[in-house]
């Protein structure tokens, strides 16, 4: 199964926290991390000083899945609705969220509260514990 990290779970892997061993678990369970080229950007955006070759390893040991039409068609919608409600949803988000349905994965994340839509698969990864 493919597991897609948001950037909370990134982070924390990065700063060695507690998603290093959950990644571990992932790999030795068969189940495959990735996460998606927004994350990636987000990343690297905010990359601390000598996180630069350590990312780019995590980034080369994972699948990173692009963004499709088929999600942006799936984002706006659950963007559109949400805001019918009077709800404001993330562009980056829901973007996310699509890919991880559209390739039939888990979403893991330290934020689900970012990920309220519907058919997505949230698995709580608390970070910095």
């Known amino acids: 199964m493919l597991c897609l990290l948001d ?4 982070i924390d892997f990065l700063r060695g926290r507690p998603a ?3 990644v571990q678990l992932l790999r030795a369970s068969g189940d495959v991390p990735g996460t998606t080229a927004i994350n990636v950007e987000e990343i690297v955006r905010g990359l601390r000083g000598g ?3 350590a990312a780019r390893r995590l980034f080369d040991g994972m699948v990173i899945a692009s963004i ?5 068609w799936q984002a706006g919608r659950w963007r559109r609705e949400a805001a019918g409600r009077g709800v404001t949803l993330w562009q980056a988000d829901c973007l996310i969220a699509a890919a991880a349905v559209r390739l039939h994965a888990v ?3 330290g934020n689900p ?3 309220p ?3 997505v698969a949230v698995e709580h990864w608390p970070v910095g514990e």
Request: proline share 0%; hydrophobic share 35%; net charge negative.
């Open 7 to 10: 950037s909370t779970v990134l």
């Open 20 to 22: 290093v061993r959950r």
């Open 51 to 53: 996180e630069h070759d």
């Open 68 to 72: 499709s039409e088929v999600d942006g």
């Open 107 to 109: 979403l893991a994340t």
């Open 113 to 115: 509260k970012d990920f």
């Open 117 to 119: 839509v519907s058919g």
